[in-house]
Nanobody, 120 residues
Framework: QVQLVESGGGLVQAGGSLRLSCAAS????????MGWYRQAPGKQRELVAT???????NYADSVKGRITISNDNAKNIVYLQMSSLKPEDTAIYYC??????????????WGKGTLVTVSS
């Protein structure tokens, strides 16, 4: 099994910053990529950012310039540094990982999410 545990969510005022972390643990060979998605109330889950094990990043247009994704491959952790936060960034933020497991191939795993609330 593979577990993804997010942390760092909370309440912040508009213009403020937060740093989310997600740690992967369990039985796997390697992690090909990790990322963050978010789901606001009444909306569909959407991509925030992803990063490969090689460091290639991808961002949603709505967060470019305000959010930075990074990883620590040795610790199997992905971070999401968020700044200049806006009320529309309010959502549950989910960590995801493409994990390679022997006999199973590459599978997608999701964390349970961490709530980020940005007050105006």
């Amino acid at each position: 099994q593979v577990q993804l545990v997010e942390s760092g969510g909370g309440l912040v005022q508009a213009g403020g910053s937060l740093r989310l972390s997600c740690a992967a643990s369990g039985s796997f060979s390697s992690i090909n990529a990790m990322g963050w998605y978010r789901q606001a109330p009444g909306k569909q889950r959407e991509l925030v950012a992803t990063i490969t094990s090689g460091g290639t990043t991808n961002y949603a247009d709505s967060v470019k310039g305000r959010i930075t994704i990074s990883n620590d491959n040795a610790k199997n952790i992905v971070y999401l540094q968020m700044s200049s936060l806006k009320p529309e960034d309010t959502a549950i933020y989910y960590c995801t990982a493409k994990v390679k497991r022997i006999l199973y191939g590459v599978l997608d795993y999701w964390g349970k999410g961490t709530l980020v609330t940005v007050s105006s």
